[in-house]
């Protein structure tokens, strides 16, 4: 929505730069994440996703890194681009009926 | 590409109005669900649903309630609509309750 970036942390960055975005999450159980992105005015949009038998995945310009111990959660993004700004989030499979639960987001500002 | 469509972008409602919101997908998929976003609190889930008349209470289900009579249609019903309703509300589908929900535009609601 136009004001789901309020009151989140702010990463800011320089176009060109690479983006780390971080997230912790709170089910040690949880054998499931997924990055979403979310822009002005729309719903979240799909990113990349990550079982917990694996620690690294990557997708185009952007990876996903699992660190199970200590319940983290990373995505980078290389090259960030204008397009980039938006807020992102990240999911967890852990909720007590197995459905995702969402952590709260970071609002990526990019600088031209 | 999974589609997923809210029929509203933006809705004003009068308090005690009875409020559906509707939500069609078109990748036959069994799990329909229903969230509210806000500012600094994410996205908590409403209701959601693993298959035609079948519906299970979210984390937040108290106000709503919810209509799933075709496999591709997920209605969000707001009995007596009320000013702390006032949020964005999306809907989401998956193939199952445990993989990645694919997320329509949303529907801000105002309630005056």
């Known amino acids: 929505g136009e004001n789901v970036g309020l009151h989140l942390p702010t990463l800011s960055v320089q176009e060109g730069d690479n983006s780390i975005i971080n997230c912790a999450y709170s089910?040690?159980?949880?054998?499931?994440f997924i990055w979403y992105k979310q822009e002005s005015g729309k719903g979240p949009q799909f990113i990349i996703d990550?079982?917990?038998?694996?620690d690294k995945r990557q997708g185009q310009r952007v990876t996903v890194l699992l660190n199970k111990t200590v319940k983290h959660l990373s995505l980078q993004i290389a090259a960030t681009q204008p397009g980039d700004s938006a807020v992102y989030f990240c999911?967890?499979?852990?909720?007590?009926?197995?459905?995702?639960?969402f952590g709260k987001g970071t609002k990526l500002s990019v600088k031209p | 590409d999974v589609k997923v469509t809210q029929s509203s972008r933006y809705l004003v409602k009068r308090t005690g109005e009875k409020v559906f919101l509707e939500c069609v997908q078109d990748?036959?998929?069994?799990?329909m669900f229903w969230y509210r976003q806000d500012p600094g609190l994410g996205l908590r889930l409403i209701y959601f649903?693993?298959?035609?008349?079948?519906?299970e209470k979210g984390d937040i289900p108290e106000g709503y309630s919810v209509s799933r009579e075709k496999k591709e249609r997920f209605s969000l019903i707001l009995e007596s609509a009320s000013t702390n309703q006032t949020s964005m509300y999306l809907c989401?589908?998956?193939?199952?309750?445990?993989?990645?929900?694919?997320f329509g535009q949303g529907t801000r609601l105002t309630v005056v």
């Open positions: 989401a589908s998956s193939f199952s309750p445990y993989t990645t929900a694919f």
């Open positions: 089910n040690s159980a949880s054998d499931y």
């Open positions: 990550i079982r917990s038998n694996m």
């Open positions: 999911a967890e499979r852990g909720g007590s009926q197995g459905n995702l639960i």
């Open positions: 990748m036959d998929h069994e799990n």
């Open positions: 649903s693993y298959d035609v008349k079948m519906k």
